[in-house]
């Protein structure tokens, strides 16, 4: 069973540095899907960004990119130019490209906090 | 709407009884997830319809627990004979087709008593 893995319950980053997520997943399969999603307080999860495991690049959306190390089985999420907005509870979550349901397999959260 | 809507935002109920909690998925969509989110966990996968039928039911945590979605738009989640073990946020999502992206509604955060 795939199982995805966050080490770390919460961070904190001083406005406009850079902060890293870490994440960690375990699958036998080669062909999958790798999310962050972004949980405010108002509960919705939004996602953040996607990443195909068949592809070499890493995402990027704006001021988040992730480093995907498909050998190391690592995701981490890397927030640049950190703004007061992006607090909030991170989740990442892996998907089985081509499996019978969009099933989402979450990790526990990394919660963060953004000082002023 | 322009996005998934649940309702209630909030339930209390006493241990014993019986709850529904709705989802009204954005229009046009096939597919609906229902997920539950303890405190201080990830979201677990519960069910997932595709149009009317259940296409997958492997995340219900027993016979207590029942979704339907008649029409193959609002869906409800069905919870009989409740524990204080049910007290979860139950969230809601769906996508335009099968392996298209979730959008994912605010919750219902359900208290049992």
């Known amino acids: 069973a795939q199982t995805v893995t966050q080490s770390q319950p919460e961070m904190s980053v001083q406005e406009a540095e850079t902060v890293t997520l870490s994440c960690t997943y375990d699958t036998s399969e080669s062909d999958y899907y790798l999310f962050w999603y972004k949980q405010p307080p108002s509960r919705q999860m939004i996602l953040v960004i996607r990443?195909?495991?068949?592809?070499?690049q890493n995402a990027t959306e704006n001021r988040f990119s992730v480093n995907f190390q498909k050998a190391a089985k690592s995701f981490s999420l890397k927030i640049s130019d950190s703004q007061l907005g992006d607090a909030a509870m991170y989740f990442c979550a892996y998907l089985n490209y081509g499996g019978a349901t969009n099933k989402l397999i979450f990790g526990t959260g990394t919660l963060l906090a953004v000082q002023p | 709407g322009a996005g998934v809507s649940q309702t209630p935002s909030n339930k209390v109920t006493e241990k014993g009884k019986y709850v529904e909690l709705r989802c009204d998925p954005i229009?046009?969509?096939?597919?609906l997830y229902w997920y539950r989110q303890s405190l201080g966990q990830g979201p677990e996968f519960l069910i997932y319809f595709q149009g009317t039928g259940a296409a997958d039911d492997s995340g219900l945590p027993n016979d207590r627990f029942f979704a339907v979605r008649p029409e193959g738009s609002v869906s409800t989640l069905k919870i009989q004979r409740t524990e204080r073990g049910d007290s979860a946020v139950y969230l809601c999502a769906s996508s335009l087709a099968f392996n298209s992206p979730l959008h994912f509604g605010n919750g219902t955060r359900l208290t049992v008593t």
């Open positions: 990443q195909e495991a068949y592809k070499q």
């Open positions: 229009s046009g969509h096939t597919a």
